[in-house]
């Protein structure tokens, strides 16, 4: 496609219906694709999909994990959190349920303006998870995968339960 033929802009927030804040779209060419997009240090991530997506990815490093497990963690999270050893291992735990409650905000297109204790990741336990939010104002259900990425970044991809489930990642 000729450079500039791709508009990418956003759609209306679920909940408000501003288009300030609401999640990125394609605009043109037409497509029925919908798509999320996260960036940290070193690396960016696009997700493109059939159904409604959310992606997040944060490179490994120390985070001020007990200032913030209070406001972004449910009661077992923050149990699961302080349980590993201070340092790297309580980050990296941090990191892992950020990128999946962003994955799954971004998902239903309201982002992190939502009440993050009130979202279980369950990032804990090995697989995917099945996380239900009702940020929308509808309650709704979410497969969230860890994807494999390398040290030092951590990853979570987020669709609709329901939808079937093949992942490809391409590297640019």
């Known amino acids: ?17 501003s288009r300030q804040h609401g999640p990125p779209a394609i605009h043109r060419p037409a497509t029925d694709r919908w798509i999320s ?3 940290t ?7 493109v999909s059939p159904f409604p ?13 007990d200032e913030l497990a209070d406001t972004t ?20 735990a941090f990191l892992r349920c950020w990128t999946r409650k962003e994955a799954v905000l971004k998902a239903t297109g309201v982002g992190i303006g939502s009440d993050l204790n009130q979202l279980e990741t369950r ?12 940020a929308t104002g509808t309650p709704t259900t979410w497969r969230v995968d860890t994807l494999p990425l390398p040290h030092p ?20």
Do not use: Y
Not at 53 to 60: F, H, I, N, S
């Open 153 to 172: 970044w951590i990853a979570a991809l987020a669709l609709p339960h329901h939808t079937p489930h093949a992942v490809t990642l391409q590297h640019h």
């Open 73 to 92: 963690t449910t009661p077992a999270e923050r149990h699961a959190l302080l349980a590993q050893p201070p340092g790297t291992a309580r980050s990296t």
């Open 37 to 39: 997009i996260s960036h």
């Open 1 to 17: 496609m000729p450079t500039g033929s791709i508009t990418i802009g956003r759609n209306p927030c679920p909940k408000c219906r």
């Open 41 to 47: 240090t070193g690396l960016g991530l696009l997700a």
């Open 123 to 134: 990032f804990w336990a090995p697989g995917p998870a099945h996380i239900t939010t009702n």
């Open 53 to 65: 997506v959310g992606v997040d990815v944060e490179a490994v490093r120390q985070v001020r994990t």
